[in-house]
């Protein structure tokens, strides 16, 4: 079972983490399962039995290939190359504070895409400087709207797929149209938080 063994390694990342010198804080709007990091800011659009609609603002993110390395380890890596940008190795040695959620997009069809794995830039960072690892990049989303599955607990691959398999389930009998080619999963917790943990899958809307 790999999920020991890989929570131990993202815990000894998030364990180093710190306050950014220049970063942006929440302003208290943020929805309360974003705790006091900053996240992403929507819209809620419509409330379904146990999904809901979204319409999320243009947002600017730092983005990594997610490598599958040994057992699972990869993720440890990509997680480690974004974290190290945010920590200072980037163009201005700017510390960046930590943000939520953590995305990663795993594309389903045969789309010439990798899978991503991302973390949100505040919009307070006007112009991010630019990261000196060249497996690292910076981006920009339109603005977008998407189906999002909520769940608690502490959850592994295994747990994402399943939820994303029940939210494309749920959409397809409602007859809502939606992205089915690339599932997104979002966490928004360090290994260290216990309870309250917060988790969601995603489908772009059409």
Partial sequence: NMG?????????LWGTAVRAEDGASTDGK???FCGERECPKFQLIQQYDSFELRAYEGSQWVTTELDDGFLGFGMVT???RLFN?????NSQEKKIEMTVPVLI????KDTGRNAT???FLSPSLVNPPKPLDPAVYLENTSPLSVYVMSFGGYALDYDYKKKAKALAE???NLGLSFDDSVRTTA????????INRHNEVWYKAK
Wanted: charged fraction near 15%; aromatic fraction near 16%.
């Fill in 4 to 12: 020991p063994l890989l929570l131990l390694s993202l815990l000894s």
């Fill in 30 to 32: 943020s929805p309360a």
């Fill in 78 to 80: 990509s997680f480690r």
């Fill in 85 to 89: 940008y945010i920590s200072g190795k």
């Fill in 105 to 108: 997009q795993y594309p389903l």
């Fill in 117 to 119: 794995m991302s973390f």
């Fill in 170 to 172: 749920k959409l397809r």
């Fill in 187 to 194: 966490g928004y917790n360090d290994p260290f938080t216990l």
